[in-house]
Nanobody, 123 residues
Framework: EVQLVESGGGSVQAGGSLRLSCAASEYTYSSSCMGWFRQAAGKEREGVAAIDSDGATSYADFVKGRFTISKDNAKNTLYLLMNSLKPEDTAMYYC?????????????????WGQGTQVTVSR
């Protein structure tokens, strides 16, 4: 069964922090790469961060130094710790699972998607 369920979104003030979680079925968690994407209103979905089965990570330039992706293999759960949040980080955040090229953060490399969790950052 393919299942990705995000949680942890909410509303925070600029400079605040949130930690997103993505609970995955064992089947999807076994994917080569898992990642976080986001989509702001009126904009295209974009890659935020990804992590492969060996623990290698990649980040979009606009979150480097602020966001950290990690996973807990015992819980089949993916995380995104977001610090120093900015209003421009406001978006729906999606968890995704994909193939071996996922560190490139290309949507086309990800086969399975969650429903998303909303993050809103106010000034």
């Amino acid at each position: 069964e393919v299942q990705l369920v995000e949680s942890g979104g909410g509303s925070v003030q600029a400079g605040g922090s949130l930690r997103l979680s993505c609970a995955a079925s064992e089947y999807t968690y076994s994917s080569s790469c898992m990642g976080w994407f986001r989509q702001a209103a009126g904009k295209e979905r974009e890659g935020v961060a990804a992590i492969d089965s060996d623990g290698a990570t990649s980040y979009a330039d606009f979150v480097k130094g602020r966001f950290t992706i990690s996973k807990d293999n015992a819980k089949n759960t993916l995380y995104l710790l977001m610090n120093s949040l900015k209003p421009e980080d406001t978006a729906m955040y999606y968890c995704a699972a994909g193939g071996p090229f996922g560190l490139v953060l290309d949507l086309a490399d990800f086969d399975y998607w969650g429903q998303g969790t909303q993050v809103t950052v106010s000034r």
